[in-house]
């Protein structure tokens, strides 16, 4: 409750409101740290003179799953009708990338879009897609099918929350690194190469300039391409993603996305 980044960025644009706020969550993230939810209610207890928590945390299953059906993002929109989230409320999700798509999705489109504040668990989605400007779930056995490009309102990386990820998803988000210090920075490249054994032990210091400095390549990118919303067909972002989004769904999502985005960019480097 003493940290004051998230209340003072959802104060800072309208001075006296009190503004109300949905918070959805990670069921998985819920599990692995078990006083996550209570800290959350405490949190707004405690600075109930301007943010009001309209109802508990919601929870949804994590992982790819909660893409996979629009059940979740109906439940979402219930909530936001039924406790009256207005374009001055926010809805604040805490979790991996997949419910961060999902949620995200649910919030760009109730009332054409509320508020929504990302706070990623998983290093592939604070180091490349919390910081992004697309939402979505998938259907008709296609990853991403429905979805929308929405802004969010603020992304907070809270580097603890990735205390209680299993090896293979701290690794998951490294390869976002690679791919866009392949593109944009070969100093980071380096700067990868040279850490490689640190990053491959999670050492903690090196694991966070990496999400940092990735994280801001990827914001910077689509701040300064031009083309934020990708009307354009030269997407340099998505370097690797042509076999990756295929191997993810012919593998019916038992290869994560970043597994597979490091099989696309050795395909692509060996076939271009
Ligand atoms: N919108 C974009 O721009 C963009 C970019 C890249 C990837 N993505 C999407 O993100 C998804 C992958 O996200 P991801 O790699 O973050 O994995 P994920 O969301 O699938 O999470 C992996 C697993 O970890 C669990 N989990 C999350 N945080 C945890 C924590 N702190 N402790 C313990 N368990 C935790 C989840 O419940 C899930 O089971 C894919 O659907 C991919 O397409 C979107
Ligand atoms: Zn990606």
Known sequence: PDNLTLR???VAKDDARTHRVLVVMDEALCR??????G???????????RLKLVC????????????????????????IEMHHIDRHSYVIAIGGGALLDMAGL????????????????????????????????????????????????????????LSSLNDRDKRNGYIEAVKVALIRDREFFEWIEGNAEALAAFSPEPMRQLI?????????????????FEFDSARPLDFGHW????????SEYRIRHGEAVALGIALDVVYT
């Open 106 to 161: 649910a919030s760009s489109t109730a009332h054409r879009g509320v508020r929504h504040v990302r706070i990623p668990s998983t290093t592939l989605s604070q180091a490349d897609s919390g910081v992004g400007v697309k939402n979505g779930i998938n259907a008709f056995g296609k990853k991403n099918f429905i979805g929308a490009f929405a802004p969010p309102y603020a992304v907070i990386n809270d580097f603890d929350l």
């Open 39 to 49: 800290q959350v209610n405490r949190y707004f207890d405690r600075h109930g003179d």
């Open 56 to 79: 508990d945390p919601m929870q949804f299953e994590g992982g790819e799953r909660t893409k996979n059906s629009y059940f979740h993002v109906s439940e979402i929109h219930s909530k």
């Open 212 to 228: 940092h400095r990735c994280a801001e390549l990827h914001i910077n990118h689509i701040a300064t391409s031009g083309d934020p």
């Open 8 to 10: 003072d960025t959802l």
């Open 32 to 37: 692995a740290q078990p006083s996550l939810v």
């Open 243 to 250: 076999a990756a989004h295929k191997l993810e769904q012919l």
